[in-house]
């Protein structure tokens, strides 16, 4: 029970007040006095308990007429009388009182706009709408704030009352926001004046759990009101857990984004709606695991969030639905398998799939079997080299999964689809046929050393084990010989030899095969890498035609 004295500017005389005497039918809470010198909220919180209207003689004016008028009157507003009046909860009104009601808002909300506004929300004629103005203009509230209450929350105007706003205006002042920050030209507070919110729950958990310091909160009120009407363990903790597993760098991706430095992840929680909600649910929609497995994606791939759905992740999902053909448990297990798929543009994602159907002759059980794939940059990385092993003749090595345990691959996607899906039971595809790993995996000067190997092995790739996939080649060996003096080289070599030499290779034989590749690499670049990302798209196959025509010309009959 809370009460306070409220004492004038020139009087010395203090009024108790009873903040939390409950309006009755007859009497409504209303601002006795404004005080237009002071913008202290103590003098506007000045109430005494009074009917809304003046007692009025009775109207001598028949009521088929005050009604006659009213409808006349809404009609003059460009408004339908008949979907007006006939709504329930006015069918019993008083005409009269109606009348005076509309007299009120026309007072506060522009004639253009009057009509629409009833149309839509007749309920709001039977508000007390007088003690609404009054009460919001005695805090200070400018014109504006209250024409905007009204037009843009009439639901709040019917469903709540000026008691629960001077509870919901004391919270705030007692939780430290100046009377400036409270009134403003734009009214903020509407969902506080809800009667289910329990703002001061919502107030202790952002503080406790939400990590605001006290001297912050008022801040956090004044910038985030609408955390303050949320429930607690409906909306505010389940999604503040969320943001928190998202990971420890995920702070530094999503900064600005979900994540304020001076406060934390309150910021994501405001935001929850617009940056975080959709795209679980487009998630959510499509994975048999529901929303556990769509919060498990993003928890791997926290960078996605900052992806606007619309341009990103609900494209990419309608491809590999659609066109793609995934879904179910292999949509799962690819985007286990590699969830950076998420944040790709869509572009890119479809060029990268239509690259390896028509160009390598790929399937979506290769893809399964290696989801990185379609991270792999297609004109730097996959492109290049696809088409270097294909004009060189080395595709029988790309194109046989017995060289690389392809057995493996598929397993180690299906572990990493079983840990992410927490138990989903997702296993990968044991029926493809590309190596795309070997393709993707490790830089240029990596990849190049293993395709020294191979043209070693001969086109019959002969002899040629698994054990090269993780050949790790550098100059140290030498470097270290030559600093060691003669002296010291064979202790040296009897420790260490580059693994490239061990292999029989020598670096003339690297140099040679780096300006082979470079040489092909120029010649990718000028035919479709500065394009590929567009060319190999439904949309852009057409105004890349040439180009392409050229380039199935030139890997025609190599594979």
């Known amino acids: 029970h809370m009460s306070f004295v ?9 009024t108790k007040v009873d903040v939390h005497r409950s309006p009755t039918a007859c009497n409504i809470p209303v601002v006795a006095r404004r005080n237009h010198q002071s913008c202290s909220i103590v003098p506007a919180l000045r109430y005494c308990i009074r009917n ?59 004639r253009r706009s009057l009509g629409a506004l009833l ?47 001077g509870q919901v205006f004391l919270f705030l002042r007692q939780l430290g926001l100046r009377n400036e920050e409270i009134v403003g030209p734009i009214f903020r507070w509407r969902a506080l004046l809800v009667e289910e919110a329990d703002y001061q729950s919502a107030a202790s958990f952002l503080a406790s759990e939400g990590g605001v310091p006290d001297e ?12 303050l009407a949320a429930p607690v363990e409906g909306e505010l903790r389940p999604r ?55 919060e498990a994606l993003l928890r791997e791939v926290p960078e996605a969030l900052k992806c606007p759905p619309e341009s990103r ?56 079997a290696y989801p990185p794939y379609l991270l792999a940059s297609l004109s730097k990385v996959t492109g290049p080299r696809f ?68 043209q070693r092995a001969g086109p019959g790739g002969g002899g040629w084990s698994a054990a090269p996939l993780a050949l790790v080649v550098g100059m140290a060996g030498e470097a270290r010989t030559a600093s ?21 290779l020598v670096k003339e034989e690297l140099l040679l095969l780096r300006g082979d590749y470079d040489e092909v690499l120029s010649e990718w670049d000028s035919l479709l890498g500065w394009c590929c990302d567009k060319a190999f798209t439904e949309r852009g196959c057409k105004r890349f035609e040439e180009q392409l025509s050229l380039f199935y010309l030139l890997i025609q009959g190599r594979m």
């Open 6 to 14: 409220a004492h004038s500017g020139t009087s010395a005389v203090g």
């Open 313 to 368: 992740l609900v494209p990419n999902l309608r491809l590999l639905t659609g066109r793609m053909g995934i879904q179910g448990e292999s949509l799962f297990v690819l985007l286990c398998g590699a969830p950076a798929i998420l944040s790709l543009p869509p572009e890119q994602l479809e060029s990268r799939w239509v690259f390896l159907l028509e160009a390598a002759n790929g399937s979506k059980a290769d893809l399964l």
């Open 52 to 110: 809304e209207r003046s007692p009025k003689a009775p109207s001598a004016r028949p009521a088929q007429d005050v009604t006659t008028s009213l409808a006349e009157n809404l009609r003059a507003l460009g408004a339908d009388p008949q979907v007006i009046l006939d709504h329930p909860d006015l069918r019993a009104a008083d005409a009269e009182l109606l009348t005076s009601s509309l007299s009120a808002l026309s007072d506060w909300v522009p």
């Open 484 to 504: 060691h003096g003669q002296e010291g080289a064979k202790e040296l070599a009897g420790q260490q030899q580059p693994q490239w030499q061990e292999a029989g």
């Open 119 to 165: 149309e839509r929300h007749p309920p709001l004629l039977t508000a007390p709408l007088g003690a609404w103005a009054d009460f919001l203009a005695s805090f200070g509230f400018q014109r504006l704030a209250i024409q905007e209450l009204f037009l843009n929350s009439p639901d709040v105007i019917t469903s709540s009352s000026v008691y629960r706003a």
């Open 387 to 454: 088409f270097y092993i294909t004009l060189r003749g080395l595709t029988s090595r790309f194109m046989n999964r017995a060289f690389n345990g392809g057995d493996a691959v598929a397993s180690e996607s299906g572990r990493r689809g079983r840990e992410v899906g927490a138990g989903f039971g997702i296993a990968g595809s044991n029926e493809y046929n590309l190596d795309l790993r070997w393709l993707c995996e490790g830089s240029d000067d990596e990849w190049l050393k293993r395709m020294a190997l191979e």
């Open 216 to 227: 912050l909160l008022p801040r956090v009120a004044s910038t985030y009101p609408g955390l």
């Open 240 to 294: 503040l857990q969320f943001l928190k597993g998202l990971g420890p760098e995920a702070s530094r991706l999503l900064r600005g984004f979900l994540w304020e430095d001076w406060c934390g992840w309150i910021h994501g929680l405001a935001n929850w709606s617009t940056a975080v909600a959709p795209k679980l649910v487009a998630l959510e929609d499509l994975l048999p695991g529901g929303r556990p497995a769509a």
